[in-house]
């Protein structure tokens, strides 16, 4: 049940209907948030009651402290914040802006290289926002013709070498990835930037990369290529290449008030280059002023205007995020498209390609009324992103930790052949190692049938989801057996992306803690 009227408007009143985390001002975007959960017989107090903004509410909403990503709001935190800005509010006179907020504003950043090609051919139908429309403009007709090949690969297999003789023999400048690099590409055996001849193959494929290479971008700035053993292929080493992504960024505006609104013109900082322009992410006040006229078609309550307003390309490594909620759905071909409130901040190398239009404002009519809103500046921490995957997952992962040590040692995949069929794995115990752990990162299941430590039973029968780990002491131990299979959400030929592994485990071993499953 929803708070009382009186409880509400109390609630409101106290926050000035600002939000109690970022202290925003939100009008009518704020919500009053149970700190206790009603399902925990959270009650319908003012105690328990905190003002929140849709994008905060959203992340308080899904604090999860056994799996957290992330620095997620607890409840105390929460009460915190609340009493805080309550006797900021009591204290100060907060001043409510000279236009009423009617608009809910927020940041796209698409990553899927079909959706970006549906977005810019106006087929907006899978989009998880109801009611949507596109606004035409330089920066889509720029994201046209970087996305006009129709398919774009940005992980593209090499060769695979029987023998490391072999492939040195091809690879001399590959550097081999040792202890004090293992943080940061965990999962290859060797990383390296591409010779000429290497990337005129790739580019020979990729039309945007090759314009890139025509433009002079360095060599060392747009493709990585590593080495890595694949436990579900042939034996020996895997050569991959990792191009830099095409990201997207949108502007979404959606009508939040029941009155229909006009949009007449979008007041930005305007950035044009000729070419594609590859360059540093600057900051969004670098541009020329400028006003672009809009449409104005009536924008009905409920509605969504989806302005393009960047494009990006990618880190050239995969970026640590933290992720904050997300929205699932199953796609009709067996993909899995994903919606999520996220802090891109680690993306620090992206780079600005075409040009840009950093929105500040819009002018718009309610009624026979002239307005404006006030739109927040565009930042990597504060983005909601729109990726499509196939889920075809990856087995579980072993490490293993000394207390002596701040991160774990990576040591391989588990139950690594193929899903659904039960695998035997032993291990030795290396010196001065205490735990074994065993972290399940990706989207599928893994079932643990039993665990022998030096012929004793330690465990069985335990179920890993996505986001669960136990550690087991072995610093006693010599031998270990492990038993047991992986399973997929959704099986898919296509294969898991090595470098999407490499930049889940590089996130597990930095942000690493023993947890509190201890065996």
């Known amino acids: 049940m929803p708070f009382p009227e009186d409880i509400r408007i109390r609630a409101l009143v106290a926050a000035a209907r600002h939000c109690c985390a970022c202290h925003r001002y939100r009008g009518v975007k704020v919500e009053v948030h149970h700190i206790v959960p009603e399902q925990e017989n959270g009650p319908n107090t003012f105690e328990n009651a905190i003002t929140l903004c849709f994008d905060c509410h959203a992340d308080a909403g899904h604090y999860n402290a056994k799996h957290p990503r992330g620095t ?209 992410l600057e900051t969004p006040r670098c541009g020329s002023f400028d006003s672009v006229s809009l449409p104005r078609a009536a924008v009905q309550s409920g509605s969504t205007v989806l302005f393009p307003v960047a494009t990006i390309l990618s880190p050239i490594d995969e970026p640590l995020e933290e992720v904050w909620h997300s929205i699932r759905q199953d796609l009709p071909r067996g993909s899995v498209q994903e919606l999520s409130h996220a802090d891109y901040s680690g993306a620090g190398d992206a780079r600005l390609i075409g040009p840009a239009l950093w929105p500040t404002s819009i002018r718009i009519r309610r009624a026979s009324t002239a307005g404006v809103q006030q739109i927040h500046e565009f930042a990597l921490g504060n983005l909601y992103v729109l990726n499509r995957y196939w889920e075809c997952g990856s087995c579980p992962h072993l490490f293993f930790h000394s207390s002596s040590k701040r991160a774990p040692a990576y040591v391989g995949e588990l139950f690594a052949r193929e899903p659904d069929v039960e695998q035997t794995q032993t291990l030795e115990v290396p010196h001065g190692a205490e735990w074994l752990v065993i972290a399940e990162l990706e989207p599928e299941i893994t079932h643990i049938a039993e665990i022998l430590i030096d012929g004793g039973v330690v465990l069985r029968d335990r179920v890993l989801r996505r986001g669960d780990q136990i550690a087991i002491w072995v610093s006693d131990a010599r031998h270990i057996l492990l038993r047991g299979r992986y399973h997929q959400r959704i099986g898919s030929a296509t294969k898991a992306d090595p470098w999407a592994k490499s930049a889940a485990l590089r996130a597990f071993i930095r942000s690493f803690t023993l947890g509190s499953e201890l065996v």
């Open 72 to 280: 997620r709001f607890s409840r105390r935190e929460l009460r915190a914040h609340r009493d805080v800005w309550y006797e900021t509010v009591r204290r100060n006179p907060i001043q409510q802006p000279l236009y009423d907020d009617v608009l809910y504003c927020r940041y796209l950043l698409c990553k899927d290289y079909e959706a970006i090609r549906e977005i810019s051919a106006a087929n907006l139908s899978q989009l998880p926002i109801s009611d949507v429309m596109g606004v035409q403009n330089e920066v889509l007709d720029f994201q046209k013709s970087v996305s006009r090949n129709s398919e774009r690969q940005t992980t593209v297999y090499g060769p695979r070498f029987a023998t490391d003789a072999e492939f040195v023999a091809s690879y001399p400048q590959a550097t081999v990835v040792r202890d004090e690099m293992q943080h940061e590409h965990p999962y290859f055996e060797a990383i390296w930037c591409p010779t000429q001849a290497e990337l005129a193959l790739l580019a020979s494929e990729d039309a945007l990369l090759s314009n890139l290479l025509s433009e002079g971008m360095p060599t060392a700035e747009l493709v990585r290529a590593g080495a890595f053993f694949d436990p579900c292929g042939a034996d020996g080493l895997q050569v991959v290449y990792r191009v830099r992504d095409l990201w997207c960024v949108y502007l979404a505006v959606t009508n939040v008030v029941a009155d229909q609104i006009v949009l007449e013109a979008l007041e930005c900082s305007a950035v044009r280059v000729p070419g594609v322009g590859s360059r540093p």
